[in-house]
């Protein structure tokens, strides 16, 4: 049952969803955590680097980049500086002779010079690496060969340094890095033990030296492979991390923004309306604002589909934006309906000539494919603090302008006045609502819920009717808003919550058991009593507490998120099941999620629409499903319209789906027979 005009005024407003990419940043496995941990460290080293001061001279210009790897081999070149008083060690222990000995510190030497100078010229940008890891791998593992060869004694001492030499590729080498590198070493200690043959025989035991090499021959691939995986991990995960934080600085761009238009969304906009008015109150200043509506949006969704629909909306926004300055603040604060918000404005010619500059950009044809769309807009105008005491008064104030503005006619502005009153046109049903609700016209449908493991319903989200005399079988976007502004709808949600109640039991009697969701309106959410009401009616109706789902927002908890969770917590301990609904297009943030005692999660429509085409809404939807199963709570999807979203939604993880694609809406009766054929 939608049952705000919060979610009705919400269409397209994020069109779609991120989940191999979360899973992984979420996983909690030893291995994940063990490459996690080498993450940090290499970060930490990152760090290190960019904290190291060195003298300009020794930096290459212009290329943060390439100074990050100059930073990286004197880091090297250090270690290398540390083994030359080991040499120096080794020959005075009369381990090393003065010639080797003085051949050793020159290779060192020399092989840093040469890589010094690749790196400060820039010519290692010529190489498929860099940062020539290999390279100086190599190099750092010919000296050590260099120092076996030398030594008379102990050479296992010199070969000890191999696997230290080979984890400088950690994080850098690949699995095959690692195996080449070991094969080369192996392949230059046989070369070391001939030559020794040949030109030392004297200072060769040859079983010892054939050991040494077999010994190395199954050291270094282990170490290889283990570096390598750990390698591999890292990149996977610094792969998954990036992939990760993409999607959720694209998910916490579309809290405040709406993604079909760009323009900020309802929440950022009521956010800077207060901040402005504020400013305005201790300035002594004034606050304009614009309510635009787009005339008749609806006919051309529904003759042309919603892809015109949204060109439309997305080329209105555009025209929108361009009558304004860059300092005044233009949103889409639902459907079709957009809002400009002015702190700097002159008198009222000035907002006559700025509605007057909008309302004709809007007028200018819109081609498309063989025809020429043509719009129009109503327009109401208000201002603080001469119309509007503060922000939410200026804004109601502006939207009665405007339908002051259709009931002139449309296409037009009026400018808001006390004696203003709010239009009614077809939408609204105000003065019947009271006398459905008593002679029984309101109905209650309901849509199945799937399980998309095994097929099966899963339960059903019970949708309110209205059938009226005059206008047949209402959805709730057409009266809902009115019923909000009456104040019938507590009274008209609780009949729907005890309609549902006594359904689901009739099912039961049936033989047909499953749980039946209820959304509940703001103003019923914060109603004083709900929990007592909530137990009334499952007592009298004998409904399980465990078979009923009450749907919320985040918008509405978002109003007073303590008391909504307390609330929360209280309907738990009774045994209901607690959905959230629509989530992403109110005002919570993904790290606000654990917090609420919730279920399961329902992927808005918007999110499902466009997939499985769109990239980032796959990425958006992957990132929601891997965050909510991380904090085990189920997920449905809403919307679904064809078999391509059904199984991108089964492939990602998603719990139960709901949609045309399984049901529309039916009659308890007409689900208790889809229900029996289906068997």
């Known amino acids: 049952m939608a049952v705000t005009s919060q979610r009705i005024a919400v269409r397209r407003a994020w069109p779609g969803t991120v989940a191999q990419t979360a899973r992984a940043a979420f996983a909690t496995d030893a291995t994940h955590q063990t490459v996690a941990s080498a993450e940090g460290s290499a970060t930490r080293t990152e760090s290190l680097l960019h904290a190291i001061r060195l003298p300009q001279w020794l930096l290459p210009n212009g290329d943060p980049q390439q100074a990050i790897r100059m930073r990286r081999f004197l880091l090297a070149a250090a270690t290398y500086a540390v083994c030359i008083p080991l040499v120096i060690l080794a020959h005075s222990l009369e381990l090393l002779s003065f010639w080797p000995t003085l051949a050793v510190v020159a290779a060192i030497l020399g092989i840093n010079g040469l890589l010094f100078a690749l790196f400060r010229s820039g010519v290692n940008l010529r190489f498929a690496d860099p940062s020539l890891t290999f390279l100086q791998t190599m190099a750092a593992m010919f000296v050590v060969l260099c120092c076996v060869y030398d030594l008379d004694q102990q050479r296992t001492l010199a070969l000890i340094l191999c696997p230290v030499v080979l984890m400088f590729g950690i994080f850098r080498f690949s699995m095959r890095d690692f195996f080449l590198a070991s094969a080369l070493v192996l392949m230059g200690y046989a070369a070391v033990i001939v030559l020794l043959l040949l030109f030392k025989p004297a200072t060769v035991q040859l079983a010892a030296e054939v050991f040494g090499w077999i010994e190395l021959a199954c050291v270094l691939p282990c170490f290889a492979f283990i570096g390598g995986t750990v390698s591999e991990l890292r990149a996977h995960l610094r792969r998954s991390n990036d992939e990760l934080g993409s999607a959720l600085a694209a998910v916490q761009r579309l809290a405040t923004h709406d993604s079909l238009t760009g323009l900020a969304n309802r929440s950022q906009f009521q956010d800077r309306l207060q901040q402005a008015v504020s400013r305005a109150e201790r300035r002594d200043g004034r606050v304009a604002l614009l309510y635009i509506d787009l005339d008749h949006l609806k006919e051309i969704n529904d003759s042309l589909g919603h892809h015109v629909d949204d060109i439309a909306l997305k080329e209105a926004a555009r025209r929108v934006t361009e009558c304004v300055r860059e300092s005044h603040i233009a949103a889409r604060f639902g459907g079709d309906e957009f809002v400009l918000l002015l702190e700097e404005f002159g008198d009222q010619k000035a907002l006559a000539d700025l509605a007057q500059r909008v309302l004709a950009a809007i007028r200018q044809p819109l081609p498309m494919q063989d025809r020429e769309i043509r719009m129009s807009a109503s327009i109401g105008v208000c201002t603080f603090p001469a119309h509007a005491q503060d922000a939410r008064a200026l804004l109601s104030n502006a939207d009665n302008a405007m339908y002051r503005a259709k009931a002139k006619g449309r296409d037009t502005w009026h400018l808001y006045s006390p004696s203003d009153v709010r239009a ?125 789902e009450i749907e919320i927002t985040e918008t509405m908890v978002m109003q007073d998120p303590a008391h909504a969770v307390e609330l929360m917590r209280a309907l738990r301990r009774m045994g209901v099941r607690l959905a959230l609904d629509d989530f992403g297009i109110g005002y919570s943030s993904l790290a606000q999620l654990k917090t609420f005692p919730v279920n399961t999660l329902k992927l808005d429509q918007s999110f499902v629409r466009d997939l499985p085409e769109d990239v980032s809404d796959v990425a958006i939807t992957r990132a929601i ?55």
């Open 625 to 679: 499903i891997a965050m909510a199963h991380t904090l085990h709570i189920k997920v449905v999807a809403e919307g679904v319209e064809n078999a391509a979203q059904l199984e991108l939604l089964r492939s990602e993880g998603c719990d139960e789906f709901q949609g045309f694609y399984c049901s529309e809406p039916l009659p308890s009766h007409e689900l208790v027979r889809w229900l029996s054929q289906r068997k």
């Open 424 to 548: 009614k046109d077809d939408r609204v049903f105000e003065a019947d609502l009271r006398r459905a609700l008593h002679d029984g016209e309101l109905r209650v449908h309901y849509q199945p819920k799937i399980n998309l493991a095994t097929g099966r319903v899963a339960g059903v989200e019970a949708l309110l009717r209205w059938q009226h005399r005059e206008h047949g079988l209402l959805p709730p976007e057409r009266f809902i808003r009115a019923a909000e502004e009456n104040g019938m709808i507590v009274p008209v949600g609780l009949w729907a919550l005890r309609q549902a109640c006594a359904d689901a039991k009739s099912w039961q009697h049936a033989g047909l058991s499953f749980p039946v969701a209820v959304n509940l309106s703001a103003p019923q959410f914060h109603h004083g009593g709900l929990a007592a009401q909530l137990h009334e009616i499952l007592r009298a109706t004998g409904l399980p507490a465990r078979q009923l």
